[in-house]
């Protein structure tokens, strides 16, 4: 319970995937998750690094989908036909590759489709196909409201929650998130830091967030998975080595899974 986890992030600056699999593993970390965005440009490409993970003795605890065309999903037509099929296709491999849970948006960019019927029929076939195939999905708060409660309100089987980005709800949402709405249904957390003024994907500790608050809510409804942090190595902290970047990085997730753990909930 409460496991500290990274993401392998293939952008990170000046180092390779390979590089940051082997600095993640040297910082300590046992826990990771994957981002499959079916990228080809990658020299060492998302399936290796799977397999490398799994060589080196990491749990990869999920993949997190890619979103290319995510709004077409709510719309008429035959992309988010494709889009659709896709992701059924993605959950086919993941069965595979023995990973049981997945991370997806619904959707990308500042202005998405209105959520609708037409969209969550679709949804209802993926959410239906992973629970065929034992796999989870974790649907992401991403920049708008709404989307997360229509769906989790209109389908309520087990193997379907959210996947709570602690960047995204203080740049995107000002903090304000009903938490208890998702009570029972948290499956994963993406957490980083930000100043509100964008996305910027910071240590914990080094942007405004306020971690015992956002922390004591997760505890609140029931939060019991890894401490995952979605770091990314850039801009000034490229001062240090990607070793010591994971290494502080590990050590602010201590210090997160210490505040969780001593976090007093809430009376009810």
Known sequence: MNNLAVCIQYDNENVSPKETINAIKNAGFKDVFIQYYHRNDLEFSELEQIDYCRELGLNIIFCHLGYKNINE???DGEIGEKVTNEY??????????QINMVV???TTRREPPMYNEIGLERVKRIVKYAKELGIKIAFENTRKQGYLEYVLGNIKDDN???CFDTGHC???FDDKF???FFKDRFFAVHMHDNDKSGDLHLLPFDGTIDWNDVLLKLKENNYKGPITLELFYRNDYLNQTIDEFYKEG????VKLKEI??????FSV
Do not use: C, P, S
Not at 88 to 97: C, G, V
Not at 250 to 253: E, K, L, P, V
Not at 260 to 265: G, L, R, Y
């Open 250 to 253: 590990y050590d602010r997730g």
């Open 104 to 106: 997806m948006h619904l």
């Open 160 to 162: 379907v929650g959210i």
């Open 170 to 172: 203080h740049a995107h």
């Open 178 to 180: 009903d938490y208890a």
């Open 73 to 75: 999903i709510w719309l």
């Open 88 to 97: 059924i296709k993605d959950l086919e491999l993941m069965h595979q590759k």
């Open 260 to 265: 969780f753990d001593n976090a007093t909930k």
